[in-house]
T-cell receptor, first 109, second 119 residues
Framework: SQQGEEDPQALSIQEGENATMNCSYKTSINNLQWYRQNSGRGLVHLILIRSNEREKHSGRLRVTLDTSKKSSSLLITASRAADTASYFC?????????FGTGTKLQVIP | GAVVSQHPSWVICKSGTSVKIECRSLDFQATTMFWYRQFPKQSLMLMATSNEGSKATYEQGVEKDKFLINHASLTLSTLTVTSAHPEDSSFYICSARNGTRLLWDYEQYFGPGTRLTVT
């Protein structure tokens, strides 16, 4: 399988806490993207980090990328109940992206 | 921002019939579109990649005669599930890549998905 792995599979935290999700991928990439999916809905693009970048911020999101370890992490700070969703990493080559297994995040109000 | 639409958003059909799902890029030209399927509580699995004007490239294990993909224009790709069976019931999502973006930086824009139920 070409799918990446995400860790943890599920995460439950209290509102206001930080949430960290990790992603590992298998092949060389040009970029890595993180997406959010609310239950039964389509995907929402969160952030893209290029292979020559190590860290990127967008609002409450912080993404890191370690190409030597083929891993990335997504940190959501000061979580809100509305952040409850599944989060997927997608590692990108020139032709297509491969999705990770996803982390289901539940933020308890 | 770039918008991708899918139609229908949900469909119920009888076993043995064919179903067509449309994917449209509304405000940009999509030289490449991708079709994914997602089973409940699972990740997205790429089914095929389609480039405008050429045949789709299918992933290993995906039956090209069952899942017909047509990308006839820069804004429209269709997925037809032929002779659908209950095991084809799934959430199908398309995405489109903006042809004007640099390959280095390509970002896929996803449609809202189509939920297919085959009875």
């Amino acid at each position: 399988s070409q799918q990446g792995e995400e860790d943890p599979q599920a995460l439950s935290i209290q509102e206001g806490e930080n949430a960290t999700m990790n992603c590992s991928y298998k092949t060389s990439i040009n970029n890595l993207q993180w997406y959010r999916q609310n239950s039964g809905r389509g995907l929402v693009h969160l952030i893209l980090i290029r292979s020559n970048e190590r860290e990127k911020h967008s609002g409450r999101l912080r993404v890191t990328l370690d190409t030597s370890k083929k891993s990335s992490s997504l940190l959501i700070t000061a979580s809100r109940a509305a952040d409850t969703a599944s989060y997927f990493c997608a590692s990108g080559g020139y032709q297509k992206v491969t999705f990770g297994t996803g982390t289901k995040l539940q933020v308890i109000p | 921002g770039a918008v991708v639409s899918q139609h229908p958003s949900w469909v119920i059909c009888k076993s043995g019939t064919s179903v067509k799902i449309e994917c449209r890029s509304l405000d940009f030209q999509a030289t490449t579109m991708f079709w994914y399927r997602q089973f409940p509580k699972q990740s997205l699995m790429l089914m095929a990649t389609s480039n405008e004007g050429s045949k789709a490239t299918y992933e290993q294990g995906v039956e090209k005669d069952k899942f017909l993909i047509n990308h006839a224009s820069l804004t429209l790709s269709t997925l037809t599930v032929t002779s659908a069976h209950p095991e084809d019931s799934s959430f199908y999502i398309c995405s489109a890549r903006n042809g004007t973006r640099l390959l280095w930086d390509y970002e896929q824009y996803f449609g809202p998905g189509t939920r297919l139920t085959v009875t």
